[in-house]
């Protein structure tokens, strides 16, 4: 429970016990991002409802999204600016990593927050108007378990830093399982459209990570943010998507 605990604190804005000062319970965490983003999706799909209830769509959907922002600290959001900022400086590696240590956004980490606000927005919109608020559960759990995903698959760019000493304390079984369940269920529940979903929101990822790996040799904290930012919008897309062609 202790690692669970540490996850939920690291991940959201919401209240936990006091957190253990063992090191283990903090490196083991990372097994329990999707159960995480399991309970985050919920939050979301009934905070949506309830939304619906009280306001027109297009508000509900603002306010949404804004309880999105609000109960995860913006802590992937910082991620998602930063790395547009490194990347969209078309300058060389030492650079790029130089420009995302930087406290300041810039202009690309501004645009690239507005167009992934308005894509977020429209598609939280378009799933509740189309009546199917409960998969708004998939896309913060789908990002979470692309995140494990990232942290054990993709190497970290240092030895030290937030990501080299999560990755030590994961296991090749508890990934395996971890992310097999997670799709299992996800299928099991919506069928077609989850495998749809599912499928789409996974390659979009990967071929993302990749990129960045590429570019810079590995990957940071930044990246993992900008990784779940990202999953969680090609999530909402796919969603919509699969309201029109599965």
């Known amino acids: 429970m202790n690692a669970l605990f540490h996850a939920i604190a690291f991940l959201t804005r919401l209240p936990v016990p006091r957190l253990s000062a063992e090191t283990k319970d903090w490196e083991r965490s990372p097994a329990f991002y999707p159960v995480v983003g399991l309970l985050l999706g919920l939050l979301l799909a009934a905070w949506s409802w309830l939304m619906q209830q009280v306001f027109p769509a297009s508000l509900a959907a603002v306010l949404t999204l804004t309880f999105w922002v609000f109960i995860t600290g913006g802590l992937h959001l910082d991620g998602w600016m930063d790395l547009a900022d490194g990347l969209g400086s078309w300058r060389d590696r030492e650079k790029i990593f130089a420009i995302m240590k930087d406290s300041r956004v810039g202009a690309m980490g501004v645009i690239a927050a507005i167009l992934l606000f308005m894509v977020k ?17 998939l896309p913060p759990l789908l990002a979470r378990t692309m995140l494990v ?19 030590s304390g994961l296991t090749r079984t508890i990934v395996a399982v971890g992310l097999c369940g997670t799709a299992a269920a996800i299928i099991s529940v919506y069928q077609l459209r989850g495998l749809f979903v599912v499928g789409l929101s996974v390659v979009l990822a990967v071929l993302f990570t990749q990129r960045i790996h590429r ?18 919008a090609c999530a909402l897309i796919a969603i919509v998507a699969a309201g029109r062609f599965v």
């Not at 927005?121 to 189309?130: K, M, Q």
């Open 215 to 232: 570019r810079l040799g590995g990957l940071t904290g930044d990246c993992y943010g900008a990784l779940v930012e990202w999953t969680e």
């Open 149 to 167: 995903a990232a942290i054990w698959f993709w190497p970290y760019v240092t030895e030290k830093g937030l990501g080299s000493g999560l990755r």
């Open 121 to 137: 927005g429209v598609a939280l919109y378009e799933i509740a108007s189309s009546g199917w608020i409960t998969m708004l559960v």
